[in-house]
């Protein structure tokens, strides 16, 4: 047994006159309210400040019932349940409201005195940190939303809807490119989601903490976008800011920038790209101090760059720096498999978007969806989508609220098209024809079959392999 275990025992009291004489002379200070009572609820020490929000000199309070002094207190209850209350509301005999711990401090399995503090003093100060509390995190979360919009990756693979065989290569493929540290090309038609794959790529890299800094590379005339990209020093030109402009690539240092459309981007711009690609390092506009960048490059183009570099507008040695880790998007009209699900998803996000319930999309129109051939792909069907909620009166998009050219396809006449295998074209007309007679018949399968005089197992199958 150890001298102190000894001597409290000897003393047969916890709390000591030498303990509380210390114990006073650390928490007196203190402007918290703090009290001790032994393990009858009596008060063995308690601060002035304590003893003063009570009304009372602390001398008068040393050694009562704690009871005697607050009727409402709870303390004998918690030393006999042994369990702590923490940040409970108390209301004071004296009308006071405060916030209170009380605590039973326990040892071999009996309670030896108990602690208490008062948190807020009154219950309006609570309210009022908590309110400032809220208010900050609601700031926050709108700042860091707003950060992340203006220098962020919002996208991330799971956000990319598609489990088509096509679409699972193509994320297989950008996973893989994530974790390197090449630049990227993304190739693919419009609105196949090439900005998409370039935010999540950014998500999943060792990258994803610094900026993902966009620039649309055809929408800013060529004469500005090289002070965009590099920005430019003080008085660089008349009109300059004063105190010169911060670059894109200097924006997005240790993250990765994304060049949108750079089969757009002029000649001359592309040598100083080319540049930066090299060294890692460009001048400011009118500036000849050399800044040194680390960041990846993220380029995407619905254009064929190889054309481009044959026609000779766009450079060779460019197009080869660039296309070392390629993936190429494939359109809708290759995936139909997709059109279902991202269909669905996107009514979800645009009717909450547009503050109207439409949930269903019905049969017919999910049919005549997945026969449109998409040339303007995933965007044409968001486009699509959007203006159909909006003309829907109930819950369910009905084909009247598809454009006609989608509603009045007709079978597409493969010969219009480039030569292709004849088991393809064979499958596209069957394809076609089947998902023209479930409109038909109103997603009907037994109508279906007999119409096309094949077994209704055979439609089955069909449906299956065609997704329809
Ligand atoms: N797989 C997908 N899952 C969900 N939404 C998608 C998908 N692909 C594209 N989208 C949506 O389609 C729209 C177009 O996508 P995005 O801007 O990434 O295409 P893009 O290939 O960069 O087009 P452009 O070449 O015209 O710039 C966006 O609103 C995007 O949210």
Redesign the pocket.
Not at 341 to 368: C, F, H, P, W
């Given at each position: 047994m150890k001298a102190s275990e000894h001597h409290l025992h000897k003393t047969d009291s916890f709390i000591t006159d030498y303990l509380v004489a210390t114990l006073e002379k650390l928490f007196d200070p203190i402007p918290v309210p703090i009290i001790l009572v032994d393990d009858q609820a009596r008060i063995k020490m308690i601060n002035s400040v304590f003893a003063s929000y009570l009304g009372y000199e602390k001398e008068q309070l040393i050694g009562k019932h704690v009871a005697d002094v607050d009727k409402n207190t709870r303390f004998p209850y918690v030393l006999k349940s042994k369990k702590s209350e923490i940040a409970w509301k108390h209301r004071f005999e004296n009308g006071h409201t405060a916030i209170v711990h009380r605590i039973p401090v326990v040892e071999d399995g009996d309670v030896k005195f108990g602690f208490g503090m008062v948190l807020f003093q009154d219950l309006e100060e609570f309210k009022d940190i908590i309110k400032e509390n809220k208010l900050l995190e609601t700031e926050l979360i709108h700042i860091k939303k707003q950060l992340k919009k203006l220098y962020g990756a919002t996208?991330s693979w799971e956000?990319?809807?598609?489990d088509s065989e096509k679409?699972i290569q193509v994320k297989y493929m950008g996973r893989k490119v994530a974790q390197t540290h090449s630049n990227v090309l993304l190739l693919?038609?419009?609105?196949?989601?090439?900005?998409?794959?370039a935010h999540a790529i950014h998500n999943d890299s060792r990258r994803t903490h610094h900026p993902f800094v966009k620039v649309n590379c055809a929408a800013i005339p060529s004469n500005l976008l090289e002070s965009e990209l590099f920005g430019y020093a003080e008085g660089a030109f008349t009109g300059a800011r004063k105190g010169g402009k911060i670059g894109k690539f200097e924006l997005a240092n240790g993250g990765s920038i994304f060049l949108?459309?750079i089969g757009d981007m002029h000649m001359d711009m592309q040598v100083k790209l080319l540049r930066v690609l090299q060294e890692r390092e460009f001048e400011k506009v009118g500036d000849n101090k050399p800044i040194t960048i680390d960041i990846r490059v993220i380029a995407?183009t619905?254009k064929n760059l190889r054309e481009l570099v044959n026609e000779g507008t766009f450079r060779e040695d460019l197009y080869y720096r660039l296309n070392v880790m390629t993936i190429e998007?494939p359109p809708l009209r290759e995936r139909r498999g997709?059109i279902k699900d991202?269909a669905r998803?996107?009514v979800n996000k645009l009717s909450n978007q547009l503050g109207k319930y439409v949930t269903t999309i019905s049969q017919e129109t999910m049919q005549y969806l997945k026969n449109y051939d998409w040339p303007g792909?995933?965007?044409e069907l968001?486009n699509i989508l959007e203006r159909a909620i909006n003309l829907t009166e109930g819950d369910t998009i009905l084909p009247m609220h598809l454009p006609s050219y989608i509603t009045s396809q007709k079978v597409r006449h493969v010969s219009d098209g480039p030569i292709q295998a004849l088991n393809e074209i064979i499958e596209e007309a069957e394809r076609v024809a089947i998902s023209r007679c479930l409109t038909y018949t109103n997603g009907n399968k037994l109508k279906t079959a007999k119409l096309l005089h094949i077994s209704r197992s055979s439609l089955y199958d069909k449906i299956e392999k065609y997704d329809l």
């Amino acid at each position: 047994m150890k001298a102190s275990e000894h001597h409290l025992h000897k003393t047969d009291s916890f709390i000591t006159d030498y303990l509380v004489a210390t114990l006073e002379k650390l928490f007196d200070p203190i402007p918290v309210p703090i009290i001790l009572v032994d393990d009858q609820a009596r008060i063995k020490m308690i601060n002035s400040v304590f003893a003063s929000y009570l009304g009372y000199e602390k001398e008068q309070l040393i050694g009562k019932h704690v009871a005697d002094v607050d009727k409402n207190t709870r303390f004998p209850y918690v030393l006999k349940s042994k369990k702590s209350e923490i940040a409970w509301k108390h209301r004071f005999e004296n009308g006071h409201t405060a916030i209170v711990h009380r605590i039973p401090v326990v040892e071999d399995g009996d309670v030896k005195f108990g602690f208490g503090m008062v948190l807020f003093q009154d219950l309006e100060e609570f309210k009022d940190i908590i309110k400032e509390n809220k208010l900050l995190e609601t700031e926050l979360i709108h700042i860091k939303k707003q950060l992340k919009k203006l220098y962020g990756a919002t996208y991330s693979w799971e956000t990319i809807i598609g489990d088509s065989e096509k679409m699972i290569q193509v994320k297989y493929m950008g996973r893989k490119v994530a974790q390197t540290h090449s630049n990227v090309l993304l190739l693919g038609e419009s609105g196949t989601g090439k900005e998409l794959f370039a935010h999540a790529i950014h998500n999943d890299s060792r990258r994803t903490h610094h900026p993902f800094v966009k620039v649309n590379c055809a929408a800013i005339p060529s004469n500005l976008l090289e002070s965009e990209l590099f920005g430019y020093a003080e008085g660089a030109f008349t009109g300059a800011r004063k105190g010169g402009k911060i670059g894109k690539f200097e924006l997005a240092n240790g993250g990765s920038i994304f060049l949108d459309e750079i089969g757009d981007m002029h000649m001359d711009m592309q040598v100083k790209l080319l540049r930066v690609l090299q060294e890692r390092e460009f001048e400011k506009v009118g500036d000849n101090k050399p800044i040194t960048i680390d960041i990846r490059v993220i380029a995407a183009t619905n254009k064929n760059l190889r054309e481009l570099v044959n026609e000779g507008t766009f450079r060779e040695d460019l197009y080869y720096r660039l296309n070392v880790m390629t993936i190429e998007l494939p359109p809708l009209r290759e995936r139909r498999g997709d059109i279902k699900d991202l269909a669905r998803l996107l009514v979800n996000k645009l009717s909450n978007q547009l503050g109207k319930y439409v949930t269903t999309i019905s049969q017919e129109t999910m049919q005549y969806l997945k026969n449109y051939d998409w040339p303007g792909n995933v965007r044409e069907l968001e486009n699509i989508l959007e203006r159909a909620i909006n003309l829907t009166e109930g819950d369910t998009i009905l084909p009247m609220h598809l454009p006609s050219y989608i509603t009045s396809q007709k079978v597409r006449h493969v010969s219009d098209g480039p030569i292709q295998a004849l088991n393809e074209i064979i499958e596209e007309a069957e394809r076609v024809a089947i998902s023209r007679c479930l409109t038909y018949t109103n997603g009907n399968k037994l109508k279906t079959a007999k119409l096309l005089h094949i077994s209704r197992s055979s439609l089955y199958d069909k449906i299956e392999k065609y997704d329809l």
